[in-house]
């Protein structure tokens, strides 16, 4: 069984500022994860998959790097609907998502 | 248009079963991989069972903590996916989400269901 660890478990920052969200998984997953924004009420959106391809009609402020064990999603310049809680997910191995980053407003 | 609508959560004792659906529309339901995913209050998200299509041989897995107790299948003629949810506990209390990336790239889970609401309680 895949683990996936993310942090900080919370992020709080202003808006305009740039957020960096770590998910470490515990053995390799290539490059098969994916990245997903969720607001209270809302079903999760997917952002970024492959590890670093942004979905079609997702902002160019989100960005996704890493590959094996270790990857980064960077909002570059937070707005204010970018503040919500933000996963990543496997499937390379079954399926796994991470326990979540918190992005809030300071 | 792509669509998931779950339906049969509810509230049901510690023991209890409860039976999920997830009808869909709007692609080839036949050819995608079905998934259930939960959210406990205040947890993050948490993937529950994961069906196959036919021509896949139609395989089931399950996330530890379900294992032996809740059972997915599919019934293709109706576009719907089940959950079964037995031996009910108090942290199965969630809400339930059924996904799938309609097997169309990038094979992820693009689409979701608005979720229903599981309450295990005595």
């Known amino acids: 069984e895949i683990v996936l660890t993310q942090s900080p478990a919370t992020l709080s920052l202003s808006p305009g500022e740039r957020a960096t969200l770590s998910c470490r998984a515990s053995?390799?997953?290539?490059?098969?994860l994916a990245w997903y924004q969720h607001k209270p009420g809302q079903a999760p959106r997917l952002l970024i998959y492959?590890?670093?391809k942004r979905v079609p009609g997702i902002p160019g402020r989100f960005s996704g790097s890493g590959s094996g064990t270790d990857f980064t999603l960077t909002i570059s310049s937070l707005q204010p609907e970018d503040f919500a809680v933000y996963y990543c997910?496997?499937?390379?191995?079954?399926?796994?998502f991470g326990g979540g980053t918190e992005v809030d407003i300071k | 248009e792509v669509q998931l609508v779950e339906s049969g959560g509810g509230l049901v004792k510690p023991g209890g079963s409860l039976s999920l659906s997830c009808a869909t529309s709007?692609?080839?339901?036949?050819?995608?991989?079905m998934t259930w995913v939960r959210q406990a209050p205040g947890k993050g998200l948490e993937w529950v069972a994961r069906?196959?299509?036919?021509?896949?041989?139609?395989?089931?897995d399950y996330a530890a903590p379900v294992k032996g107790r809740f059972t997915i299948s599919r019934d293709d003629s109706k576009n719907t996916v089940y959950l079964q949810l037995d031996s009910l506990r108090t942290e199965d209390t969630a809400v339930y989400y059924c996904?799938?990336?309609?097997?169309?790239?990038?094979?992820?889970?693009?689409?979701w269901g608005q979720g229903t609401l599981v309450t295990v309680s005595s």
């Open positions: 996904t799938t990336d309609a097997a169309l790239e990038p094979y992820y889970f693009v689409y």
């Open positions: 709007g692609f080839i339901f036949s050819n995608a991989w």
């Open positions: 069906i196959k299509i036919k021509t896949h041989g139609g395989t089931t």
């Open positions: 053995q390799s997953v290539g490059s098969l």
């Open positions: 492959d590890a670093s």
């Open positions: 997910q496997q499937r390379s191995n079954l399926l796994a």
